[in-house]
């Protein structure tokens, strides 16, 4: 209740007289104090900005809760490594699937190929 009762009548908080801080509902608390910090919060989004206009194009961006500390900005980054990790194993994995190609259309068999009826064409599509 001190860390409260700090906040809401320091000048650097919420600047209330110590009877006005405890007239306040806890709504009021939240509100005054959302309003209180919504320049801190466009600053960050600010500098964010700033900062992510100068990051290579796979960097992890920025986040305003970064610089407000409240962002976990090296868990985000773990993340992307592992997630590059595992994009990186599912490609090579796809480079080593053999691809097989269409039958071309002068094939017997293929609906387009010589000799193909419509009856055919049917059962190919169908299978």
Do not use: I
């Not at 009548?9 to 405890?22: N, Q, V």
């Not at 005054?32 to 466009?42: E, K, N, T």
């Not at 595992?86 to 699937?97: D, F, P, Y």
């Amino acid at each position: 209740m001190v860390v409260l009762w700090a906040y809401g009548t320091s000048p650097h908080g919420l600047a209330l007289s110590e009877a006005d801080f405890w007239m306040l509902s806890q709504r009021e608390y939240y509100v005054l104090q959302d309003v209180q910090q919504a320049d801190a919060r466009r600053w960050a989004t600010a500098l964010a900005v700033t900062v992510n206009m100068n990051l290579s194009k796979d960097a992890v961006a920025f986040t305003a809760d970064d610089f407000l500390g409240l962002g976990d900005r090296a868990k985000r980054v773990q993340d992307k490594q592992v997630s590059d990790m595992k994009a990186g194993s599912l490609n090579r994995q796809l480079s080593k699937v053999r691809v097989t190609r269409p039958a071309s259309p002068n094939q017997k068999g293929s609906p387009c190929g010589r000799g193909a009826t419509s009856a055919r064409s049917a059962e190919w599509y169908s299978a």
